[in-house]
């Protein structure tokens, strides 16, 4: 069974940058025909989707934050993350990672607990 594993961290400044890392175990993230995903939820709102990296490499972003959104891997620790840059209180949300079939929130079969990030002064 596939378990991801959010860290990072928990309060980030104004317009810094929002570096987030997913560890996976029970399963590869480059054999496996998913899509590892971000999706946040701020607070008192629903899931967002925010981006992916497929078992290729490949990305896929959310049109409304591709612009200062990032999402990279690092196979040798079977580990992908999430750049957020220029930060705002908006951004302030549950962070999670998640295996999903789809580059949307269906059917996503593993989550992170997900991640409390709080963008403050």
């Known amino acids: 069974q596939v378990q991801l594993q959010e860290s990072g961290p928990g309060l980030v400044k104004p317009s810094q940058t929002l570096s987030l890392t997913c560890t996976v175990s029970g399963g590869s993230i480059t054999t496996t025909l998913f899509y590892w995903t971000w999706i946040r939820q701020p607070p008192g709102k629903g899931l967002e989707w925010m981006g992916a990296?497929?078992?290729?490499?490949?990305?896929y972003y959310n049109p409304s934050l591709k612009s200062h959104t990032s999402i990279s891997r690092d196979t040798s620790k079977n580990q992908f993350s999430l750049q957020l840059s220029s930060v705002t209180p908006e951004d302030t949300a549950v962070y999670y990672c998640a295996e999903c079939p789809q580059l949307a929130i269906v059917d996503c079969s593993s989550w992170g607990q997900g991640t409390q990030v709080a963008v403050s002064s």
């Open positions: 990296i497929a078992y290729d490499g490949s990305t």
